[in-house]
Protein backbone atom coordinates (compact mmCIF):
# COMPACT_ATOMS: atom_id res chain seq x y z
CA UNK A 1 0.00 0.00 0.00
CA UNK A 2 1.70 3.32 -1.22
CA UNK A 3 1.70 6.03 1.54
CA UNK A 4 3.39 9.77 1.43
CA UNK A 5 2.87 11.17 5.18
CA UNK A 6 3.73 15.08 5.21
CA UNK A 7 5.02 16.75 8.18
CA UNK A 8 6.49 20.19 9.45
CA UNK A 9 4.01 22.64 9.18
CA UNK A 10 3.59 25.73 11.18
CA UNK A 11 2.21 29.24 11.97
CA UNK A 12 5.64 31.24 11.71
CA UNK A 13 5.76 35.13 10.74
CA UNK A 14 6.69 36.82 7.28
CA UNK A 15 9.97 36.54 6.40
CA UNK A 16 11.14 33.03 8.82
CA UNK A 17 11.67 29.83 7.13
CA UNK A 18 10.73 26.09 7.21
CA UNK A 19 11.24 22.78 6.14
CA UNK A 20 8.51 20.69 5.18
CA UNK A 21 9.07 16.46 5.00
CA UNK A 22 7.33 13.59 2.87
CA UNK A 23 8.10 10.25 4.15
CA UNK A 24 7.20 7.40 1.66
CA UNK A 25 6.45 3.86 1.68
CA UNK A 26 4.99 1.16 -0.32
CA UNK A 27 6.60 2.02 -3.53
CA UNK A 28 9.81 2.61 -5.24
CA UNK A 29 11.25 5.70 -3.98
CA UNK A 30 14.58 5.64 -5.89
CA UNK A 31 12.73 5.75 -8.98
CA UNK A 32 9.85 8.09 -8.69
CA UNK A 33 10.21 11.67 -9.39
CA UNK A 34 8.58 13.64 -6.81
CA UNK A 35 6.61 17.02 -6.37
CA UNK A 36 5.53 19.68 -4.06
CA UNK A 37 2.04 21.68 -4.46
CA UNK A 38 -0.23 23.66 -2.24
CA UNK A 39 -3.67 25.00 -1.81
CA UNK A 40 -4.96 27.94 -0.64
CA UNK A 41 -8.35 28.48 0.96
CA UNK A 42 -10.83 29.15 -2.08
CA UNK A 43 -7.56 28.67 -4.75
CA UNK A 44 -6.89 26.23 -7.19
CA UNK A 45 -4.52 23.74 -6.78
CA UNK A 46 -0.94 24.38 -7.90
CA UNK A 47 2.27 23.39 -8.57
CA UNK A 48 5.13 24.32 -6.35
CA UNK A 49 7.94 22.20 -6.86
CA UNK A 50 9.49 18.84 -8.83
CA UNK A 51 12.85 16.63 -8.70
CA UNK A 52 13.89 13.76 -10.48
CA UNK A 53 14.31 10.35 -9.19
CA UNK A 54 17.67 10.87 -9.31
CA UNK A 55 17.59 14.36 -8.23
CA UNK A 56 19.41 16.32 -11.08
CA UNK A 57 16.71 17.93 -12.44
CA UNK A 58 14.32 20.61 -10.70
CA UNK A 59 11.69 22.71 -11.18
CA UNK A 60 10.10 25.52 -9.33
CA UNK A 61 7.29 28.06 -10.04
CA UNK A 62 7.87 31.14 -10.70
CA UNK A 63 6.13 31.99 -7.33
CA UNK A 64 8.70 30.34 -5.25
CA UNK A 65 12.22 30.24 -7.38
CA UNK A 66 14.78 31.66 -5.37
CA UNK A 67 13.16 30.82 -2.21
CA UNK A 68 12.24 27.21 -2.13
CA UNK A 69 14.51 24.36 -2.73
CA UNK A 70 13.55 20.83 -3.24
CA UNK A 71 15.33 18.02 -2.30
CA UNK A 72 15.40 14.08 -1.64
CA UNK A 73 17.57 11.72 0.35
CA UNK A 74 16.44 8.16 -1.31
CA UNK A 75 18.07 6.32 1.73
CA UNK A 76 15.18 7.57 4.19
CA UNK A 77 12.86 7.66 1.74
CA UNK A 78 12.20 11.25 2.42
CA UNK A 79 11.55 13.90 -0.17
CA UNK A 80 11.78 17.60 1.85
CA UNK A 81 11.02 21.61 0.62
CA UNK A 82 12.57 23.70 2.37
CA UNK A 83 10.83 27.02 2.34
CA UNK A 84 12.76 30.40 3.22
CA UNK A 85 11.41 34.32 3.23
CA UNK A 86 8.10 33.35 3.63
CA UNK A 87 5.60 35.17 2.34
CA UNK A 88 1.74 35.43 3.53
CA UNK A 89 1.09 34.20 0.18
CA UNK A 90 2.47 30.98 0.71
CA UNK A 91 -0.40 30.35 3.10
CA UNK A 92 -1.85 27.11 1.89
CA UNK A 93 -2.08 23.32 2.54
CA UNK A 94 1.22 21.46 1.06
CA UNK A 95 1.14 18.27 -0.43
CA UNK A 96 3.68 16.13 -1.52
CA UNK A 97 3.25 13.47 -4.78
CA UNK A 98 4.89 10.62 -6.35
CA UNK A 99 4.71 10.42 -10.58
CA UNK A 100 7.36 8.07 -12.60
CA UNK A 101 10.85 9.07 -13.38
CA UNK A 102 11.16 12.07 -15.40
CA UNK A 103 10.44 15.37 -13.14
CA UNK A 104 7.16 17.16 -14.34
CA UNK A 105 5.21 20.01 -13.36
CA UNK A 106 2.13 18.72 -13.93
CA UNK A 107 -0.76 17.73 -11.71
CA UNK A 108 -1.91 14.77 -13.77
CA UNK A 109 1.28 13.14 -13.96
CA UNK A 110 1.41 12.55 -10.63
CA UNK A 111 -0.35 9.00 -9.30
CA UNK A 112 -0.18 9.43 -5.34
CA UNK A 113 -0.72 11.89 -2.84
CA UNK A 114 0.15 12.71 0.67
CA UNK A 115 -2.58 14.40 2.91
CA UNK A 116 -1.31 17.32 3.10
CA UNK A 117 0.30 20.10 5.97
CA UNK A 118 -1.17 23.22 7.02
CA UNK A 119 1.59 26.12 6.41
CA UNK A 120 0.45 30.15 7.53
CA UNK A 121 2.19 32.72 7.43
CA UNK A 122 1.34 35.94 9.19
CA UNK A 123 2.53 39.67 8.45
Known amino acids: QVQLVESGGALVQAGDSLRLSCAASGLPFSRRAMGWFRQAPGKEREFVAA????????YYADSVKGRFAISRDNAKNTVYLQMNSLKPEDTAVYYC????????????????WGQGTQVTVSS
Open 97 to 112: AAAGEIATTSEGNYNY
Open 51 to 58: ISWTGGNR
